[in-house]
């Protein structure tokens, strides 16, 4: 059974910035993408961004374009969500998942999501 553990959340003023770390536990099923999802109470989980493990192709939801950037460490089984300019909307628990590629090139969470996470909490507010 594959683990990921999300780390980095924490509290941050508006503009502020923030990098989550989504490591995999020592036996990997080398999914197709590691996928961020973020969810606030009352709502659906909403996709932030995937990475391909193959070329390390990266999509982004519209909402965090030009602000998050997604990266890895094929060797470190980790992957990480660098957060800049961050909003008051930006606050949610952010998950990491292994996603196949219905779910990681439409950034929605699909029926071949697997392996979550327990979450991080992102909190911005000033």
């Known amino acids: 059974q ?3 553990v ?3 959340g ?3 003023q508006p503009g ?3 990098r989550l770390s989504c490591a995999a536990s020592a036996f990997t ?3 197709y993408g590691i996928a ?3 969810q606030v109470p009352g709502k659906d989980r909403e996709g932030v961004s995937c990475i391909t493990r193959t070329d390390g192709s990266v999509f982004y939801a519209d909402s965090v374009k ?3 950037t997604t990266s890895r460490d094929n060797a470190e089984n980790t992957v990480y969500l660098q957060m800049n300019s961050l909003k008051p ?3 949610a628990v952010y998950y990491c998942a292994a996603v196949g590629p219905l779910s990681c090139f439409g950034v929605k969470a699909g029926p071949d999501v697997n392996s979550w996470g327990q979450g991080t909490q992102v909190t911005v507010s000033s």
């Open 89 to 91: 909307d930006d606050t």
């Open 6 to 8: 999300e780390s980095g």
């Open 10 to 12: 924490g509290l941050v």
């Open 36 to 38: 961020w999802f973020r």
């Open 2 to 4: 594959v683990q990921r």
């Open 29 to 31: 099923l080398d999914p």
């Open 66 to 68: 030009g602000r998050f």
């Open 16 to 18: 502020g910035s923030l």
